[in-house]
């Protein structure tokens, strides 16, 4: 296993409602990463095809006609799309964790394919809770989802979606799994709007959402990669965002890479720029913050706290036992 790995975080806009679009720019960035010599490389929460934000910002009747483009642009994990991309990855050479909205029949689900350096998908989950307006939406991960590590040439890699990363449950499952690297998928979150315009919640604005990645990476001695998703004002009006308080354009983005005592590791960039965040990451510099606290290990305490977790998948249809 590589012990030093150079990682990559997107900060970037998605092609809006474009499926072919989106994966023509997937492939790009990766292989501008790959140029740059980026081994690991993490994607935004449903970059493909973007995050549609109106489900915030319009009542969920006045979204109906806007649902059918969103259902016809999002990818299915087995697609000639998607196998676009694992070539694409495996031309690269690197490992790649991508977002998007995952079509599964006449079902939505917000979904992360960890795809290796062979082009394999060797791991798929979906957020196991859609965050409040998102259920009109997308449908939850099922048990299978509960898993989110697995080894790679670059060390073990995790990855979670946006409010995922507020689930002290689900984190904690994770930092069990061993994670080293992890991705962290976020849409386009922005700075606190004007109060006297809307009332808004300290949490949903980038710099909170950012601050709870840093924490992650605290608190499980891992380096995290957060992406990004960015609107720019040419796609306001395509997004339905025309006017309101909270979308403001150029933004949404809040990317960083921070190392496993929390430090972050590369320049800040503006919230509207569109870039690849990377850094030159030593697995063994894991080793420090591990001796001072590993909650999964020397400062754990399972005979007075545990965590219950039920991995069984709940099949839909099953035989009925005699």
Known sequence: MTMTVRVGAVQAEPVWLDLEGGVDKTISLIESAAEDGVQVLGFPEVWIPGYPWSVWTTAAINNTPFVHEYMKNSMAKDSEQMRRIQAAVKNAGMFVIIGYSEREGSSLYMGQSFISPEGEIVLHRRKIKPTHVERTLWGEGR????????????????????????????????????????????????????????????????????????????????????????????????????????????????????????????????????????????????????????????????????????????????????
């Open 143 to 322: 048990a299978e989802s509960l898993k989110c590590v697995v080894p790679s040439p670059f060390g073990n890699i995790g990855g979670l979606n946006c409010w995922e990363h507020l689930m002290p449950l689900l984190r904690y499952y994770e930092y069990s799994q061993g994670v080293q690297i992890h991705v962290a998928s976020w849409p386009p979150i922005f700075e606190m709007p004007d109060p006297k315009k809307i009332s808004w919640l300290y949490h949903e604005t980038g710099e909170a959402n950012q601050r709870a990645c840093q924490f992650m990476a605290i608190e499980g001695q891992c380096f995290v990669l957060v992406a990004t998703q960015v609107l720019t004002e040419k796609n306001v009006e395509k997004n339905g965002l025309t006017g309101n308080p909270v979308t403001k354009a150029p933004g949404g983005g809040f990317s960083m890479i921070f190392g496993p005592d929390g430090k972050p590791l590369c320049e800040p960039v503006d919230a509207g720029v569109e870039t690849i965040m990377t850094a030159d990451v030593d697995l063994r510099d894991i080793d420090y913050p591990k001796a001072f606290i590993d909650v999964v290990g020397h400062y754990a305490r399972p005979d007075l706290l545990s965590l219950l977790v039920n991995p069984t998948v709940d099949k839909l249809v099953a035989p009925m036992s005699k």
